[in-house]
């Protein structure tokens, strides 16, 4: 009877150990380990599949790229574990920006995606990036003194129609760089043919 008991917690033991190693190496391969944000191999497949659906039920999809203005600084004046605890911030601030069924993703560095599915509006977007804009602006109280940073976004809308691939994440981050060139702490939508930028202060 006690070897038997026995037998049975030593599987019992065994099986939630060999549970605990698979969800550990998923969150390895999909997730990011500093922020608990998904990786860009998991942003990658969800932006395939929200193109599928958005196909499907002709919603639209939008990809935002974003970085984040003067981090460099931040680590050599108060040191990289208080930059790691800033990204860790930045990534709570950014998931109270959007829903649930968005994803946030750390590309990695001081660099973020987010991907909005089933949008109705194609300014919904817009407004989005300009409310993480005006959120990673508030100070961040992780030190001595309050870190103030701010935030530089790239839009991308994406067609249902087009295929899968990875062009809308360059594109977002092409808009990313027209953001930052244009004076930081503002969101550009990315126009194929050039187009205007909508900026936020």
Not at 9 to 21: D, F, K, T
Not at 69 to 91: I, S, Y
Not at 114 to 139: C, E, M, N, S, Y
Not at 141 to 147: A, E, K, L, T
Request: hydrophobic share 45%; proline share 5%; glycine share 6%.
């Amino acid at each position: 009877m006690f070897l038997t008991a026995l037998m049975l917690m030593l599987n019992a033991i065994l099986l939630a150990w060999l549970s605990w190693r698979a969800q550990h190496f998923k969150n390895l391969a999909f997730y990011d380990p500093l922020t608990g944000l998904a990786n860009r191999r998991l942003f990658e497949d969800r932006l395939e599949q929200a193109l599928k659906h958005a196909r499907r039920h002709r919603t639209g999809v939008a990809v935002l790229f974003l970085d984040l203005d003067h981090f460099k600084r931040v680590n050599d004046v108060h040191g990289h574990p208080t930059g790691d605890r800033l990204l860790r911030a930045v990534a709570q601030r950014l998931c109270e920006c959007v829903r649930e069924t968005d994803t946030v993703a750390r590309r990695g560095g001081d660099e973020f995606t987010v991907l909005l599915t089933d949008l109705t509006d194609p300014d919904a977007a817009g407004r989005i990036a300009q409310r993480i804009v005006a959120t990673l602006q508030k100070p961040f109280s992780i030190s001595v003194q309050p870190i103030r940073i701010g935030a530089s976004v790239g839009i991308r809308l994406c067609d249902p129609d087009e295929p899968a691939g990875p062009q809308p994440i360059a594109d977002a981050d092409r808009a990313l760089y027209e953001a930052k060139r244009q004076g930081r702490g503002r969101y550009h939508v990315f126009a194929p043919f050039g187009g205007s930028a909508l900026a936020a202060a």
